[in-house]
């Protein structure tokens, strides 16, 4: 499965978008782009995923670049709760996650 | 709205002893999985199981771990001999499906503390 690039870290004020973004310039053209948030140390929770259309879900949306190689996961309207340990999964399918570090985000009040 | 069940939330064992968690995956899903935690490292990926046999297991998945689904709703992950680097968070997860374009849904956890 391709690797990804998160940043480690963003921060976002309360009622504002967090953008989240990741690359993943080694994707092959089967493979899916997902999202899960952790928080805390509760389980991962899916948020969205897609292949190369965008998505939108009532949590999130995905834009994912027209070459594949990047996408970004926008929270339109982070709240406190969102503050989490973001993951950006490039697979085939659900099959088998591989977990990187994520981005942790920080939504301020 | 339907969630992956995890029992017990935290269990605390002593080295050498057997420990069973136990999870309840969403009712029509037909792959199961568990992944773990090691406090402040990634989540990683221990086995999947798939008509009652393991589809795939990573390294850390060895002879001390099995999975097994005693009935039709639990879906149980053994450690037999546990060790005090076992402690962890482990996570079971489900999925309608084992193909593309499906999505995994995970517990909340069990704490699994060796002392």
């Known amino acids: 499965d391709a690797k990804t690039t998160q940043p480690p870290s963003m921060d976002c004020a309360e009622g504002r978008a967090a953008n989240l973004p990741c690359n993943h310039s080694t994707i092959s053209g089967n493979e899916y782009v997902y999202w899960y948030r952790q928080i805390h140390s509760q389980g991962p929770q899916y948020i969205i995923h897609?292949?190369?259309n965008n998505e939108t879900n009532e949590m999130a949306s995905l834009i994912i670049t027209e070459d594949r190689k990047s996408s970004t996961l926008i929270l339109p309207h982070a709240t406190l709760r969102d503050t989490a340990v973001y993951y950006c999964?490039?697979?085939?399918?659900?099959?088998?996650?591989?977990f990187g570090s994520g981005t942790r985000l920080l939504v301020r009040p | 709205e339907p969630e992956v069940t995890q029992t017990p939330s935290h269990q605390v064992t002593q080295m050498g002893q057997e420990v069973i968690l136990r999870c309840v995956p969403i009712s029509n899903h037909l792959y199961f999985y568990w992944y773990r935690q090691i406090l402040g490292q990634k989540v990683e990926f221990l086995v999947s199981f798939y008509n009652n046999e393991i589809s795939e297991k990573s390294e850390i998945f060895d002879d001390q771990f099995s999975v097994e689904r005693p009935d039709g709703s639990n879906f149980t992950l053994k450690i037999r001999s546990t060790k005090l680097e076992d402690s962890a968070m482990y996570f079971c997860?489900?999925?309608?499906?084992?193909?593309?374009?499906?999505?995994?849904?995970f517990g909340q956890g069990t704490r699994l503390t060796v002392v």
């Open positions: 999964i490039v697979s085939h399918s659900s099959y088998k996650l591989i």
């Open positions: 997860a489900s999925s309608e499906a084992g193909g593309e374009n499906t999505e995994a849904f």
């Open positions: 897609g292949l190369k």
